[in-house]
């Protein structure tokens, strides 16, 4: 695995909660080019996971300057988005948590009705719908056109 920072949910509730986006965004970049230089690693993607109670890599982690993203540790599948009010809650927190929860249990979140489900349909580059919000016309594959 290529060198990467590796939250848990003790570090996000210390050092998180109650801080801005921006701020948590702008420091947590920092942690990320002092790591490309202390491992002569470059990269640019995928840098901040968030591992689950089993202390395995479990989500990753998109900073924004005013939400964040979680996907998968592959990328390749949306969670869940982080927003509102600029400021990293306990509610925030909570969120991930329930992430972890589900999908060490197997489950993704719909990206439509936004519940939780043990069976999904994926579309686009990284989207998830569950079965009952599955719409073959609307939920296609990646559109590479013009690539
Ligand atoms: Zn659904």
Redesign the pocket.
């Known amino acids: 695995m290529k060198p990467a920072i590796v939250f848990n949910i003790s570090d996000l509730q210390r050092n998180f909660v109650g801080e801005t986006f921006e701020d948590i965004y702008h420091q947590a970049r920092d942690l990320h080019k002092a790591l490309k230089q202390a491992t002569g690693y470059t990269w640019d993607n995928q840098h901040w996971f968030i591992e689950n109670m089993y202390g395995e890599v479990s989500l990753s982690l998109s900073l924004h300057n005013s939400s964040a993203s979680l996907y998968d540790t592959s990328g390749a599948k949306f969670v869940d988005t982080l927003c509102g009010g600029g400021i990293f809650t306990e509610a925030h927190l909570e969120q991930i948590k329930e992430a972890l929860y589900e999908m060490a249990n197997g489950r993704t979140k719909?990206n439509?009705?936004k519940?939780w489900?043990n069976d999904y349909k994926k579309y686009s580059f990284a989207g998830s719908?569950?079965n009952?919000?599955y719409d073959p016309n609307k939920h296609k594959g990646p559109d590479t056109r013009g690539d």
């Open positions: 719909c439509s009705c519940k489900a719908v569950c009952d919000c």
